[in-house]
């Protein structure tokens, strides 16, 4: 398979994910959702380390791999409580700015940014601004795009952290990268949810739909890994970071969701900054 093609099921996955998810948590326990689907991608994602063996991680990958996996479990609580407050059109494309959050942190270790990811920050920060714009609103219903956005922004900052941290969790390899992160994944959001005491049990009948969204992602990461491997990480990926575009399209297809213009505009706008940040 070519890595065009590995990429563009990257964005697939991740944009069926990222509305299959919430969709399932407005009739099922949200964190048994979460959970659920992460838990099956930790096991299978066990069973490709030890199928594919390869040398094991020292210490700073284990820690990279650990504080991925904990940027990835708040992106993912944040992102589903966003979902659960305001439109998926607006919402996914705000989270995917979390592209950003390397490009800062690179900056501040000294890098330097060209003319593409400085037009990327402004896009991308631009974009949120319009996106949380709505014509002919009440204070309440500004009120309420208002959190809306915000826990979006935060769960982009939390998945810009897993973005940052997941490379050096990968020098060992991509495999091991992907399981450790998972393990702090899986472990934070259970003892979120034991600490918080949120239902988790679900129908037997039930179990496999909860399954579905964290296998996406599963699959989509490796679909990437591999792309990455095969083909121009500056081609495959922005092609990658695609996905929000299926995840809207979804929205405005079932849910029947219709951001204004100005929304339209900064959806447009946040997108066009994450390809850029990404080339």
């Known amino acids: 398979m070519t890595p065009i093609l590995l990429a563009l099921g990257t964005a697939l996955c991740y944009g069926v994910s990222n509305f299959v998810g919430p969709l399932l948590s407005r009739d099922l326990p949200t964190m048994a959702v979460i959970i659920a689907g992460q838990f099956v991608a930790l096991c299978v994602s066990a069973i490709v ?123 060992s390899g991509v495999f091991w990268g992907v399981m450790l992160s998972r393990i702090s994944l899986v472990t934070s959001l259970v003892a979120g949810a034991l600490l918080a005491g949120s239902a988790l049990a679900v129908p037997p009948a039930d179990a496999p739909k909860v399954a579905l969204p964290g296998l996406l992602l599963f699959g989509g990461t490796l679909m990437y890994a591999a792309a990455t491997q095969r083909g121009l990480l500056s081609v495959v990926s922005v092609i990658a970071t695609l996905f929000p575009v299926v995840t809207v399209t979804l929205a405005f297809l079932f849910l029947h969701e219709h951001p204004s213009r100005t929304q339209w505009a900064g959806i447009a706008a946040a997108l066009a900054g994450v390809a850029l940040l990404s080339a």
Request: hydrophobic fraction near 55%.
């Open 49 to 171: 380390v030890v199928a594919h063996g390869g040398d094991t991680p020292d210490a700073a990958a284990v820690g990279a791999g650990l504080l991925a996996g904990a940027g990835n479990a708040g992106g993912l609580l944040l992102f589903y409580a966003a979902a659960a407050r305001g439109p998926l059109s607006i919402v996914t494309p705000i989270g995917a700015t979390g592209a950003t959050v390397p490009v800062l942190i690179g900056l501040a270790g000294g890098e330097r940014l060209g003319a593409l990811g400085a037009a990327g920050i402004v896009l991308a920060i631009g974009g949120v601004m319009l996106a949380a714009r709505r014509a002919s609103a009440s204070a309440e219903e500004a009120a309420d795009l208002r959190r809306t956005v915000l826990l979006a922004v935060a769960s982009a900052a939390c998945f810009g952290i897993f973005l940052w941290a997941i490379s050096p969790a990968s020098d």
